[in-house]
């Protein structure tokens, strides 16, 4: 039996998770920013909340605590690209992409799930700073989500009920 480290195996145990992807942004005087950001989740219905997880390195964070406010552009199947685009390092992550404002925030076109969020907390999380929520916009589209699991990009099926 092969040993393997605590971070291999609990990198192998989260790659079977499946997670949605999302894209935060962000604008600051008049600029977006936006990251590509797999660790989303609700978090409480009565206020509306979410938890979101950026890396300490990510350069959108210091952004999004100037602001104190950013979006939650859910993806759908066909956002793959527009997933890895927003998952490099640099500036020009919107050139060519279709956006607009959307609560003094950028929302990118054809996104189907948006959020607008209050910042309500920075809590740290070991490498990486979890970002409480409030919601303050909601809007939904009915498509299939694009998903990360085992480490490609899919979307979710149903499973048939037997009879």
């Known amino acids: 039996m092969t040993s393997i480290s605590l971070p291999e195996a609990f990198r192998g145990v989260m790659a079977n998770v499946a997670q949605p992807v999302t894209v935060i942004t962000v604008r600051e005087r008049g600029t977006p920013y936006g990251t590509t950001v797999g660790a989303f989740t609700s978090l409480s219905m009565e206020p509306p909340m979410v938890l979101v997880c950026l890396d300490r390195r990510s350069d959108l964070l210091a952004v999004l ?3 104190g ?4 552009n859910v993806l759908g199947s066909s956002h793959s690209e527009l997933a890895l685009r927003f998952a490099k390092k640099g500036t020009d992550k919107f ?7 959307q609560d003094g925030l950028p929302r990118l076109g054809g996104a189907p799930g948006w959020l607008a969020c209050d910042v309500a907390d920075l809590v740290d999380g070991g490498d990486h700073v979890i970002v409480l929520g409030t919601v303050l916009a909601a809007q939904a589209a009915h498509v299939e989500p694009l998903t990360y699991h085992r480490r490609s990009f899919g979307t979710h099926a149903p499973l048939r009920e037997s009879a």
């Open 95 to 101: 050139l060519g992409v279709a956006w607009d404002d």
């Open 65 to 67: 605590r100037r602001a």
């Open 69 to 72: 406010r950013f979006g939650v």
